[in-house]
């Protein structure tokens, strides 16, 4: 299987993983770790990856492959996702950011898609690689892609919720609208959500509170870890055409008789 390239980098790994909602940094470590995983997402307000005097999630990753991903969780206008990832870039040195501005923070933590493409053409101009966690609306898609962001992360389903993809048709649509890379993100609640997400033709998935909020981390993470490439490998094969009647598996014609 190809590489997964968004703008300059490139990656082995197919999914993408958080670092919320874990019992400590070392579970955290731990289960990335087992999900083959080479990116990690922080929400930059509510994890330390800027002060060397507290513990520091980033002290965790140092010798590894795995990349730190500063997302923009809590910010609620665009202006505030600009000057976050400003100051983080200043702080780490990091240009690769997950871009989300909040539109509902009360009930569904969905987007607000027209602030989300402000500061996508903002940060586009300062220099960043810019994932974009948007709705699953491929108008949206196409228009955040225009705005200059290497990646788009339509919501399978609300953050944390585990109700798996309850729009599979936009998926595709999505997939059919913007040339680059579509990373479901959001609504995952296990491995078989994380296959159906690739079948559909998404280049790779996010994934944290399935993992992080299940009865065992480290292994659900190496469950995400294969079904992402056993989803991935069916739909470069092509699956077969549904019918409503059944086809024998054996020729019809020939038959021996007895």
């Known amino acids: 299987m190809h590489t997964l390239k968004i703008g300059k980098y490139n990656f082995k790994s197919r999914l993408i993983v958080g670092s919320g909602k874990y019992s400590d940094f070392q579970t955290t470590k731990d289960a990335t770790i087992a999900s083959g995983s080479e990116l ?13 005097k507290e513990e520091n999630l980033m002290d965790y990753f140092k010798g590894t492959d795995i990349k730190i991903l500063p997302n923009s969780a809590g910010c609620f206008t665009a202006e505030e ?6 100051l983080v870039r ?10 989300e ?11 607000d ?24 609306d491929p108008i949206i898609a196409k228009r955040l892609e225009d705005a200059g962001v290497h990646a788009v992360m339509p919501l399978a389903a609300p953050i944390g919720s585990g109700l798996g993809i309850q729009n599979r048709y936009n998926v595709a649509f999505i997939r059919d609208a913007v040339s680059v890379p579509v990373i479901v993100d959001a609504g995952v609640g296990t491995a078989s959500d994380s296959s159906i997400a690739m079948e559909l033709g998404a280049d790779g998935v996010l994934t944290n509170t399935a993992i ?5 981390p480290i292994q659900m993470a190496e469950a995400m870890r294969y079904a992402v490439k056993a989803g991935r490998l069916a739909y470069l094969s092509g699956r077969i ?18």
């Open 81 to 86: 996702a600009i000057s976050t990832f400003r």
């Open 113 to 136: 898609v027209i602030e989300t493409i402000k500061a996508a053409e903002v940060l586009y101009k300062d220099g960043f690689t810019i994932m974009a966690y948007t709705n699953d």
């Open 212 to 216: 992080a909020q299940s009865k065992n």
């Open 241 to 258: 055409p549904k019918r409503p009647y059944a086809t024998a598996s054996s020729p019809v014609d020939g038959l021996i008789q007895f």
């Open 90 to 99: 200043e702080a780490t040195g990091i240009d690769i950011i997950k871009l």
């Open 40 to 52: 990690i997402t922080v929400a930059v307000r509510r994890v330390n990856i800027t002060n060397p």
């Open 101 to 111: 501005v909040i539109g509902d923070a009360k009930k569904t933590l969905y987007p």
